[in-house]
């Protein structure tokens, strides 16, 4: 089964999601000459879709549904269907190398930073580290046992069914189970059955047995349906250029396949649309002038903000605002506030958007 299929636009998203837990602490030493490297990061927005498979199999006996059990509508063909269930928006960051910086700290100090495997900032002088706020996401889930793949369905098949070779006759055989497991079933409710249960829970457990053969026996002649759902990823990394697309298709719903690729013309499509609403500014001084990036500063981002949604078949199934990098501006910190013998400061990051989570200062002990 195609359970964690994903689809991906940039491919650097999955490498960068792979090494996501692991993390290195480089400290400002004589031997990288008191500087450390780094990348801020890219923004990818990760579409994560939940479909739901339902597959219908006929049962042996549908031809005399209706003409033993007067049903009209059993389950004639077999078939595999999919339907969207739902859309979840969430952000990671991937490596920049357009933004790759070295911050030189003063010699002499112990500065450090904690960086991401794929060298993007995660905090500086601290190891504490940002974690957003869990989203849940949806976990694929396996379909449950049809009737007819229950011991139920074995202890209904006796040994005329088994050795008749006439389709009708063993139908026949399996109503008239059918019909005596329900004058059981009404016996024992009750109270008229020659052998009682001697308590409460064995009379749960014959009454279960005997609803699991009845179910059993009818879908050898209504068929079955099963359902099971799976997740697929999609990631789109916007240009910094980006700051309007509208109707963007990410990926496509086959009633047959699944999700399938956005050139696949054998699904519905599904689309995006990414509005950037604000973009990050340089901060300013009390006359509202930019300040400078000051020089030889760790640089981090002051994101812009960009709404997200994701529709299909006219209908808009999510819808977020996201932080985005590409649309906010490089600012920086002096590296000798990280460096201060009295209060050094330390920062905490953002890694989806390289923004600065937390600036403060720490005491340093006597």
């Known amino acids: 089964m195609k359970h964690n299929r994903i689809f991906v636009i940039i491919a650097a998203a999955l490498a960068f999601n792979a090494s996501a837990e692991t993390t290195q ?31 219908r199999t006929p049962g042996e006996f549908h031809d005399y549904a209706k003409r033993i059990l007067n049903v009209d509508d059993p389950v004639e063909q077999p078939s595999v269907d999919y339907t969207l269930k739902s859309v979840t928006i969430t952000t990671h960051g991937v490596p920049d190398p357009s933004r790759r910086y070295s911050v030189k700290f003063n010699s002499g100090s112990a500065p450090f930073m904690i960086l991401s495997a794929n060298d993007v900032p995660l905090a500086v002088n601290t190891e504490e580290v940002y974690t957003p706020k869990a989203v849940g996401l949806p976990v694929p889930q396996d379909a449950a046992p049809s009737p007819l793949q229950t011991e139920a369905a074995r202890q209904v098949m006796t040994e005329d069914m088994l050795r008749s070779q006439s389709t009708l006759k063993r139908a026949q055989i399996a109503a008239e189970q059918l019909y005596a497991l329900r004058q059981s079933r009404s016996d024992l409710l009750t109270g008229q059955a020659d052998h009682m249960p001697p308590d409460g829970q064995a009379m749960q457990l014959v009454l279960d047995n005997l609803n699991a053969q009845e179910a059993a026996l009818t879908a050898m002649f209504l068929g079955t349906e099963q359902t099971s759902t799976e997740v697929s990823t999609i990631s789109f990394t916007p240009s910094a250029a980006d700051s309007d697309i509208n109707g963007k298709v990410i990926a496509r719903l086959s009633s047959v396949d699944g999700i399938v690729d956005a050139n696949n013309l054998s699904g519905a499509p599904i689309t995006l649309t990414y509005k950037v609403t604000s973009r990050g500014e340089m901060p300013k001084n009390e006359k509202g002038t930019p300040l400078p990036f000051p020089k030889n500063g760790f640089a981090y981002c002051i994101p812009g903000t960009a709404q997200v949604s994701v529709s299909f078949d006219g209908e808009k199934l999510a819808d977020k605002s996201v932080d985005i990098a590409q649309a906010g501006i490089d600012y920086g910190l002096a590296p000798n506030s990280f460096t201060d013998k009295r209060a050094p400061a330390y920062l905490i990051i953002d890694p989806a958007t390289g923004a600065a989570i937390e600036i403060g200062t720490k005491k340093q002990a006597n």
């Open 25 to 55: 602490k480089l400290s400002a030493t004589k031997a990288n000459d008191f500087a450390i490297v780094y990348s801020l990061p890219l923004t990818s927005v990760d579409i994560t879709l939940e479909t739901v498979r339902t597959v």
